[in-house]
DNA sequence: AAAAAAT
């Protein structure tokens, strides 16, 4: 017999939510840890696949277990980065949209922090915080964390790793009384270790949605590229992909900067993400991107934990990421839910032998990606080029007067002069974008 | 070495 959420234990209120946002049934993960928490006795480590609904495998039963007569703080859910936590208390919110009673506050930085003050003496039951705001709430005395009775660390071993300084801090104002829950799709052995020290009570742990080995609906290719002409490769891709929506990871700020500058050159509907661009900037970029007004984003591993924006049918590895859970966790931001999703990974020659590594180290099979030929790859990028030329909508914001005096400048050229000019123009444009090999090597010469 | 997280 199929366990339902009724089965599980949650409350009425919770499954009209769930019926509200069109979720029937529940997934493996939540199967196993809704019992769990609800049980309120053990301490917790959950171990599941990207994508399989981890959020509300801890949000169901602690918005259940919320005490509304008790005005203090109940439950602290900490994230590694803001758009995570964000992204944690808008879920919640929604599981919670038939619980009106249950007030829950998003304590993460980059925003003012006195409205977060102002809304704390509203007397929450919920809190969901990024470590370094926390503190800083902590430190002023406008929190007190002696109350909490469920600590939740999602991306644990992130968690316990990068920000283990604050998380230990954050710790030190925890009663020893509270239950911990930790929740993580990758677990290395040495975190595994270091986690034990972050449990005080009988600890469960819980493998779910890991009998299907690899990445299940994840198909893996990779394809080899010069230097010269990876960016050409890519536009390619997209350009094949027109319609369909994904992420491109870069190693840095600098290299997503200079990338989408270069996609927002040709046209694509693109944006960029990275630690330091303001808050707002951030958020506009993920709202327009969950909103499907762009479709493609452009981010450093900011974005590779824990996002879940929908049908996001590829993510592409623009260069190779750091270790074998990060490529987990980026390849992870495609087929979410059972849907499935391509994972491509872009590399250079020298870079070829570490797709074995990844193959042996993950338990995946890479396949080759066949990329057309340089002659047809700038073909086709152009033609692209001009068909989105074509559906460019006029500029209102640009002044009569200026449109005239380019008139002006334009109007002894035929139409056939006219195009050879826009289209000498794009290709002299795009020659500049892609590097080439001399300066790719002052580049590297000028570093060593 | 780079990314994230406080201002």
């Known amino acids: 017999m199929l366990k339902q959420f009724s089965d599980l234990g949650i409350n009425e209120q919770l499954q009209q939510s769930l019926i509200d946002l069109q979720i029937s049934e529940p997934t493996d993960v939540q199967k196993k840890a809704i019992p ?26 602690l918005l259940q277990l919320a005490d509304i007569e008790n005005k203090d703080i109940q439950t602290l859910i900490l994230a590694p980065t803001r758009e995570l936590g964000q992204q944690i208390y808008k ?16 304590l993460c930085g980059g925003t003012p922090i006195k409205p977060q003050i102002e809304a704390l003496t509203n007397r929450p039951q919920i809190i969901i915080a990024t470590p370094g705001r926390l503190v800083d709430l902590v430190k002023r005395e406008a929190i007190n964390l002696k109350s909490i009775k469920y600590f939740v660390l ?15 801090a954050i710790i030190k104002e925890l009663p020893k009384t509270r239950r911990t829950l ?24 819980i493998e779910a949605d890991m009998e299907t080995v690899g990445h299940q609906g994840i198909d893996h290719q990779y394809v080899v590229v010069e ?19 994904g992420i491109i990871f870069c190693k840095t700020k600098a290299a997503v900067n200079k990338l989408a500058k270069n996609l927002a050159i040709n046209k694509f509907s693109s944006g960029a993400l990275h630690g330091s661009l303001s808050q707002g900037i951030r958020d506009r970029i993920m709202g327009q991107f969950r909103d499907e007004h762009i479709d493609i984003l452009v981010a450093t591993d900011l ?9 996001l049918s590829y993510v592409v590895n623009y260069h190779l990421p750091d270790t074998y ?81 380019i008139k002006t400048i334009f109007h002894h050229l035929t139409k056939e002069e006219l195009v050879d000019k826009i289209l000498a123009n794009y290709l002299a444009q795009n020659a500049t974008v892609i590097p080439n090999p001399e300066g790719a090597k002052k580049h590297k010469k000028k570093k060593q």
Do not use: C
């Open 325 to 405: 859970d990060a490529y987990v966790h980026r390849s992870g931001r495609t087929a979410r839910a059972g849907a499935k999703g391509l994972s491509l990974t872009i590399l250079q020659e020298e870079e070829v032998i570490d797709i074995a590594d990844f193959e042996d180290e993950l338990g995946i099979t890479f396949k080759t990606f066949k990329k057309a030929d340089a002659q047809s790859i700038e073909e086709n990028n152009t033609l692209l080029w001009a068909k989105k030329i074509f559906k460019t909508k006029p500029n209102r914001e640009v002044s009569e007067d200026l449109k005239a005096k």
């Open 91 to 106: 879920n919640l919110e929604s599981l919670a949209s038939n619980s009106t009673e249950i007030k829950i506050v998003s």
């Open 154 to 168: 999602d991306e644990a071993d992130e968690m316990v790793s990068a920000l283990k300084e604050e998380v230990d």
């Open 36 to 61: 769990v928490v609800l049980n309120q006795k053990d301490d917790l480590v959950v171990l599941a696949k990207t994508g399989t609904g981890k959020t509300a495998a801890f949000g169901l039963p």
């Open 182 to 205: 930790l929740f993580t799709a990758t677990m290395p052995g040495y975190i595994k270790q270091l986690v034990q020290n972050y449990m005080s009570k009988h600890v469960v742990h």
């Open 303 to 311: 974005a590779a934990r824990g996002i879940d924006v929908k049908n």
């Open 227 to 245: 230097p010269i002409e990876k960016l050409e490769v890519l536009m390619h891709f997209l350009n094949s992909r027109e319609g369909e929506r």
